[in-house]
């Protein structure tokens, strides 16, 4: 805490200029980077500029609430901590500090599959602190079905509350400050849901991405819509997918038995020139209805920009690099305080905009040229 006092980082732009002085430059570069020319991770923040808010005045908003359940979990605030693989990369702790950050906030974190912590470490820290925070499991498929059940069997037995499926990467989006780096994990660092099995760690590739190598040795790009049965029967939870960006995808995958589904581009990281992530979310919120709970992923920065997002019709908002900004400069402080200003720029932007609870946002609240919602 001394050291965010020294500093002062005041919003989460400031703590992406402070970040490059605590990382090292491959770790900087697979964080902050997106597929090819990097045009959708850029627009993913543009995007957000082109709705404009349309303040109600004269409304009582002397008490705000902030909370909201998502699947019935309860959230402090509309906020889970996005999948991100390697946190150990930022920090020591990695993941678990995360996850004790999300915790002491009462915001929800899904766990990447690709993690630097354990399952079993990350659920830990709900159990250490008996703070409440739902924590899911995000799942990427491997090739090899017997590992996928006990990965998705290590969550349900540990407490984990929700399966999401990442279904944007049958293979990885060329990031080519990843290949020029030729990405590895620096020794001493694996994938620790994978440890002492032969094969499955990221390896040195020379003149390409250790990662990009290790997809398309281990993880299924055969996967269809027929599989999610199979998913489902493993175990009792509810099923998210990640990465939709269509409403028929959205209305299908429905059908399909998803209780969730987030809109996302994986961050800009897959396929460059798709759709902004909050541009695709109206139409998947119409073509989903009330028969599933959507959440959006990708460029939240400002308080505004989740209140956008809600106005639009999420039910939440998952945060992803800002997070990782925060764990590289100060660790557990640097991402509580990361949330907290989330927090605080949402509870200014409601009362701002008129509205005393996340109830009252609809998208009368929203102007958008493109939309065309006033």
């Known amino acids: 805490m001394e050291k965010l006092k020294?500093?002062?980082?005041?919003n989460l732009f400031e703590y992406e200029q402070l970040a490059p002085k605590y990382l090292s430059q491959m770790a900087l570069d697979y964080y902050a980077s997106g597929a090819w020319d990097e045009v959708t991770l850029q627009d993913n923040r543009a995007a957000f500029a082109r709705f404009k808010l349309r303040p109600r005045v004269l409304v009582d908003v002397s008490q705000r609430n902030l909370a909201t359940a998502v699947l019935n979990q309860p959230l402090q605030i509309p906020m889970l901590i996005a999948p991100m693989a390697f946190q150990c990369l930022a920090n020591p702790l990695g993941e678990v500090a995360t996850a004790a950050a999300a915790a002491s906030a009462g915001v929800g974190m899904v766990l990447s599959t690709l993690s630097t912590k354990t399952i079993e470490e990350v659920s830990a820290v709900r159990h250490d602190t008996n703070l409440?925070?739902?924590?899911?499991?995000?799942l990427y498929i491997h090739k090899d079905r017997g590992l996928t059940r006990a990965l998705v069997e290590r969550a349900y037995a540990t407490g984990y509350k929700a399966l999401c499926i990442t279904v944007d990467a049958p293979i990885l989006g060329r990031r080519e400050r990843d290949k020029r780096n030729e990405f590895t994990l620096p020794p001493g660092m694996e994938l620790a849901n994978f440890i002492n099995l032969s094969g499955l760690n990221i390896p040195h590739e020379e003149g390409e991405s250790g990662l990009f190598t290790y997809v398309a040795q281990q993880l299924n790009p055969a996967v269809t819509w027929d599989d999610l049965e199979w998913f489902q029967s493993l175990c009792p939870l509810p099923l998210v997918l990640k990465g939709i960006l269509r409403g028929d995808d959205a209305a299908r995958a429905v059908e399909c038995g998803a209780k969730a589904i987030v809109v996302s581009n994986h961050?800009?990281?897959?396929?460059?020139g798709a759709i902004a992530s909050v541009d695709a979310l109206a139409e998947v919120v119409d073509a989903v209805g009330d028969r599933a709970e959507v959440l959006l992923d990708g460029g939240i920065r400002r308080g505004t920009d989740i209140l956008k997002a809600l106005a639009l019709g999420a039910?939440?908002?998952?945060?992803?690099?800002p997070v990782l900004w925060g764990?590289?400069?100060?660790?557990?402080?640097?991402?509580?305080h990361v949330i907290d200003i989330l927090r605080d720029?949402?509870?200014?932007?409601?009362?701002l905009s008129g509205c005393s609870s996340l109830e009252h946002l609809d998208s009368s609240l929203l102007f958008c040229e493109k939309h065309r919602f006033a």
Not at 132 to 137: H, M, S
Not at 315 to 321: D, E, H, N, Q
Not at 345 to 351: F, P
Request: hydrophobic fraction near 50%; charge should be positive.
């Open 6 to 10: 020294s500093l002062k980082p005041l």
């Open 132 to 138: 409440y925070a739902p924590q899911w499991f995000q």
């Open 267 to 272: 961050g800009g990281r897959q396929l460059d």
């Open 315 to 321: 039910k939440a908002v998952l945060v992803g690099r």
């Open 327 to 336: 764990l590289a400069v100060a660790g557990q402080a640097g991402v509580a």
């Open 345 to 351: 720029e949402l509870d200014v932007a409601m009362a």
